[in-house]
């Protein structure tokens, strides 16, 4: 048995000691991990099409993070073959969740202006204009997966009324009290037209690429505001700053952008209703120790020949 690790290194002396009778490689570059790829039957991290294709054997790839369109960019052979694909759900959704709720507080109560205003010691009157209340507005959830449901419970607890659309759930698996209405894709219209806030935790699949465009995100209160923690070309970018300019929608939390790392000429940067973070919205010391957790537990798992946890359906993209 070999596993071919680009990713989690730091557990490998572990996981020797662990499993004396399986070889563990630590493949660094493309040229090793073509090399190793070869005869191993599990591959942790994410493979390119040319290490992929020179697998003769392999049955597991592990992706330490939720979303998986990068590996199904990276590797198309992927979606046609028969090896297992599993990711890591769950340790990911409470930090982002903060972090979405971060945003949205900075973008109601406008904590980066009194930041400057502290800064210059200036008592500036508490940039009353710029507040809004949280309290009985209404918040739309784009796909109510562990991150969706974990958004919906601090939007309940701030007095906020949920809605959220979904391609799998419905009101009858997530209903009162966090959600007051979950309904189908064939909904989001009507969701749109309602939402004070819109929070995008979906993943990016061809189904929801650009799902918010231009017309979608017209649908949106004027007055609205737009988070997005989960993927940047769900939303069209052009259009969202667009309506940002013409204060259709009157602010946006991004972490995530159609480019990454974001273009130094992007609108985005200068626009004191935006609030960008860098990707991290996930980023947290607990969730490493958790993703490395369910690495192991689904390591356990194909040893003994049991269910994997969290297998992707690699057509869906999720």
Known sequence: MKIVMTDMVEIIDELRSSYPEVTFEVATNAEEQAVQIRDADAYVGWPSQEVFMANERLRWVHVGSTGIDMAR????ALKESDVVLTNTRGPHANPMADHAFGM???????????????????????????????????IGILALGDVGMAVARR??????????????????????????????????????????????????TSETRDLLDRRRLGLLRRGSYVIVVSRGNIVNEAALIDL?????????????????????????WDMENVVLTPH???????????????????????????????????????
């Not at 120790?289 to 690699?314: H, I, M, S, T």
């Open 244 to 268: 940002l300019r013409s204060g259709h929608i009157a602010g946006a939390g991004l972490d995530v952008t159609s480019q990454e790392p974001l273009p130094q000429d992007s609108p985005l």
């Open 155 to 204: 939007a309940h607890g701030f007095g906020m009324h949920v809605y959220a659309v979904d391609k799998l759930h419905t009101q009858e698996q997530y209903g009162p009290p966090a959600i007051k209405e979950v309904w189908g894709l064939d909904r989001l219209d009507e969701m749109l037209r309602l939402s004070d806030w819109l929070v995008v935790t979906a993943p990016l």
């Open 280 to 318: 991290c919205a996930a980023a947290s010391p607990d969730r490493t120790d958790a993703q490395r957790e369910v690495f192991k537990e689904n390591l356990r798992r194909f040893l003994a020949g049991e269910p994997f946890l969290y297998v992707c359906d690699k057509a869906a993209g999720f």
């Open 73 to 76: 960019t990276l590797v198309p």
């Open 104 to 138: 949205i507080l900075n973008l109601a109560r406008p904590f980066p202006v009194f930041r400057d205003d502290q800064r210059a010691r200036r008592w500036s009157g508490g940039h009353r204009d710029r507040m809004v209340d949280l309290s009985d507005r209404n």
